[in-house]
């Protein structure tokens, strides 16, 4: 997106911010999902529960990036949790079992700014019970969810540049990484050089989808996963020239469906399916990706991931581009997408009546899977099987 210009100067500035206000402060709520619950910390209530699987020996690695810590006895944990519970800045929140109550972790929203409307979170302690959990990601879903709800427009993530466990943490979870700030702090009389991450209030919904596609229970299998958390965040089709959507590209993304799907209102007569939700709508449900051509897009690829098959919703061109061979390569960046997700069966579906798009895709390998018949129109299923 281009930068506004000055009336006066001609300089370039920043677009207006919808929101200028200060963001509302984050409170001691209780955050409710599947795995765990996340409460405002009590030293005294979730103490005993913490202490045994964070403090003593065999627990040192826990505390090694961490400003406090690590702790030998829990009357020093205890003094220490005491602290954090009394904080308002940082935030404390205890994460525990939703089906036992017994807390697992802590996490804490901080460096609170709200007349910026930027907040971090920071201070997670994952004990062994709550590590490499679905508890353990539905817990950083809750907090940045609540976040975003409040109304805050960036969410950052920062850690010790050696914290490789924690860099890579970040990344799956759908946080971009912005850059190294040398020698920023001294921790525990060491020299810290801080990783910084963030995501953006635009780009939360696609990176929500990610999250709860790979909490829903299709997806986590006893023992396992089929979609990747990380493959899921991705922010690139490796191969390919696209970009993941924001909020910011709705007004556009809508534009350019009508352009490419309008003309086939009087093949149908019925409104394209593609034109049935509105653009904000996909853009919460689904996989935006786009390819864009003189700052503006040129063609959008809609995916609809499932722990089975990658479902292409949408595949339009702008009618100027149309001819140019950008459909090819949407359609390769679908199957590229497929196998990032380690997916084999690529589906979608068409009006019958648009028999040049069944058979642009049946050149391209779909074959009819099935007809099916709605109230007002049919529709053509094509599949393919990836080799």
């Known amino acids: ?25 984050p409170e001691r709520i209780a955050l409710h ?19 045994g699987g964070a403090v003593g020996p065999g627990k040192e690695a826990l505390w090694q990036y961490m400003a406090a810590g690590p702790f030998d006895d829990r009357a020093a944990f205890q003094a220490y949790l005491e602290g954090c519970a009394a904080s ?30 930027v907040i971090e979170v920071g201070n997670i302690l994952y004990t062994p019970a709550l590590q490499r959990t679905p508890g353990a990601t539905e817990a ?12 805050y427009r960036r969410y950052e993530w920062k850690c010790n540049a050696l914290n490789a466990p924690s860099r890579r943490a970040a990344l799956r979870l759908g946080f971009s990484y912005e850059g190294l700030f ?12 801080t990783a910084w991450f963030a995501m953006l209030d635009g780009e939360w919904p696609q990176i929500r989808q990610g999250f709860d596609r790979w909490l829903d229970p299709a997806n986590l299998p006893e023992g396992g996963q089929r979609l990747g958390l990380g493959a899921l965040n991705q922010a690139t089709i490796p191969g390919t020239a696209l970009r993941r959507a924001t909020s910011a590209d709705a007004e556009a993304f809508a534009a350019l469906q009508v352009a490419a799907y309008a003309p086939n209102r009087p093949l149908l007569g019925v409104e394209p399916v593609p034109l049935l939700t ?19 897009p040129a063609g959008a690829l809609v995916l609809d991931p499932a722990p089975d098959h990658l479902m292409i919703w949408s595949v339009a061109v702008d009618p100027a581009r149309q001819g140019s061979g950008l459909g090819n390569a949407l359609l390769a960046a679908a199957e590229r997408r497929a196998r990032d997700l380690d997916l084999s069966e690529l589906r979608l579906y068409t009006g019958d009546k648009l028999v040049r798009n069944i058979d642009w895709y049946a050149r391209r390998g779909y074959a009819t899977e099935r007809i099916e018949d709605l109230p007002d129109r049919r529709l053509v299923h094509m599949h393919k099987v990836l080799a």
């Open 140 to 151: 950083m879903r809750l907090l940045a969810g609540y976040v975003f709800d409040l109304g």
């Open 278 to 296: 509105p653009a904000s709508d996909v853009l919460a449900r689904y996989e935006v990706w786009l390819a864009e051509a003189d700052g503006a």
């Open 88 to 117: 308002s800045d940082p935030l404390f929140y205890a994460i525990l079992d939703s089906a036992t109550g017994k807390a697992m972790g802590h996490a804490s929203l901080m460096r609170i700014d709200r007349a910026n409307r």
């Open 1 to 25: 997106m281009s930068p506004d210009r000055d009336a006066v100067t001609g300089l370039p500035i920043g677009h207006p911010v919808a929101q200028a206000g200060p963001a509302p402060a």
């Open 33 to 51: 999902g599947r795995h765990v619950v996340i409460v405002p910390l009590d030293a005294a209530a979730h103490g005993p529960d913490l202490a």
């Open 182 to 193: 040398r020698q920023a702090v001294i921790v525990k009389g060491r020299n810290r050089d």
